[in-house]
């Protein structure tokens, strides 16, 4: 649930950054278009290292879900981890969509393969840990 939240609010903003390039691209006689291919990878790749990397470690969609996102160790995500798990899961549900979720059920934190390669684990948030005491 939380991935179709975050897909409607990044889809949103290409929308959006979509016509700004359509307006820009005419003030510079069409060259900003060149833009268009790569325009959603970076609005992907920008929201979720922006969300990522704030003090709640998660973003809107996971917030929604209280979860959180943290590295191995227990730290709090950065920008350029939460851009490299990003292309990770993406690069990963392209090329062996569905087996990066066959990895999950057999291990103890349940974390897919992009988790294993970035070095990342997805928790309960602690307003949701303590409620499921």
Do not use: Q
Not at 11 to 40: E, H, P, Q, S
């Amino acid at each position: 649930m939380a991935f179709l939240i975050d897909i409607a609010i990044i889809f949103t903003l290409w929308i959006a950054a979509v016509v700004i390039l359509f307006f820009v691209g005419i003030f510079t006689l069409g060259l900003a278009w060149l833009l268009y291919g790569a325009l959603f990878p970076i609005v992907a790749l920008g929201y979720n290292a922006w969300t990522l990397s704030r003090d709640v470690s998660a973003t809107v969609g996971m917030r929604f879900m209280d979860l959180e996102m943290r590295t191995w160790y227990g730290e709090r995500m950065y920008a350029l981890l939460a851009a490299f798990h990003a292309l990770l899961y993406y690069f990963t549900v392209t090329m062996l969509t569905p087996f990066i979720l066959l990895i999950a059920p057999f291990n103890a934190r349940k974390r897919c393969l992009h988790d294993f390669f970035a070095g990342t684990v997805v928790i309960n948030s602690k307003i949701r840990a303590d409620s499921l005491l």
